[in-house]
């Protein structure tokens, strides 16, 4: 089955300071997915993005579906963006997402 | 805003017991979800449907029974829980193709003693 790799695991910021996260997919997506949680809650989409650049907000994912690989940029972090950080994606719009094991970020004033 | 609502938002059984976790989303969404998700293994597809009286298969759906009821309705049975079943559930709705995100629901905790 398709498998998605997040990088990198864990990733400890200073408020201001900017992030990149990785994704990586085994098969070429059709739809994914970039979704935040906070420890014990739900998660919220943050954005859509199965190919091209998306921003929302201080938030940018660039997909390269050729490449099978998506990235989010944080820009300016602020503390209350400490969570993880989850890319799904599947390649067959007829089934559930498959979900990374997240990156956690930590964000320190 | 999309809305999907599971219920209970916690629940303590013993080994052996049974357990129904319910879902409803007012979303007319084609489309529902059952995951859970451990430490160290992000969330896992258990089932989903595509509409009332459906069921597919997911990824780890040994243990469990689920059965979609209508098109707002999706119902995770656990007839025989086991320890290894404690966790969080996440149930969650999309409709069908391009364009069309995953709304989750705030999530059941489990403990099976």
């Known amino acids: 089955g398709q498998q998605v790799q997040q990088s990198p695991a864990s990733l400890v910021l200073q408020e201001g300071e900017n992030a990149e996260l990785q994704c990586n997919f085994s098969s070429t997506a059709t739809r994914l997915q970039w979704f935040y949680q906070r420890p014990g809650g739900s998660l919220v989409s943050l954005l859509y993005?199965?190919?091209g650049t998306k921003h929302t907000g201080r938030l940018t994912s660039t997909t390269v579906t050729k490449e099978r690989r998506s990235s989010l940029h944080i820009s300016s972090s602020q503390t209350t963006d400490s969570g993880t950080y989850f890319c799904a994606m599947d390649d067959n719009y007829a089934q559930g997402l498959t979900f990374g094991l997240g990156t956690r970020v930590s964000v320190f004033p | 805003e999309a809305a999907v609502t599971q219920s209970p938002r916690n629940k303590v059984t013993v080994t052996g017991g049974n357990v129904t976790l319910s879902c409803r989303q007012t979303n007319s969404h084609n489309y529902m979800y059952w995951y859970r998700q451990d430490t160290g293994h992000g969330l896992r597809l258990i089932h989903y449907s595509y509409g009332a009286g459906n069921l597919q298969i997911g990824d780890v759906p040994d243990g469990y029974k689920a059965t979609r009821t209508t098109q707002e309705d999706f119902f995770l049975l656990l007839e025989l829980a086991s320890p290894s079943q404690t966790s969080l559930y996440f149930c969650?709705?999309?409709?069908?193709?391009?364009?069309?995100?995953?709304?989750f629901g705030a999530g059941t905790r489990l403990s099976v003693l």
């Open positions: 969650a709705s999309s409709d069908w193709g391009p364009q069309n995100t995953l709304y």
């Open positions: 993005n199965p190919s």
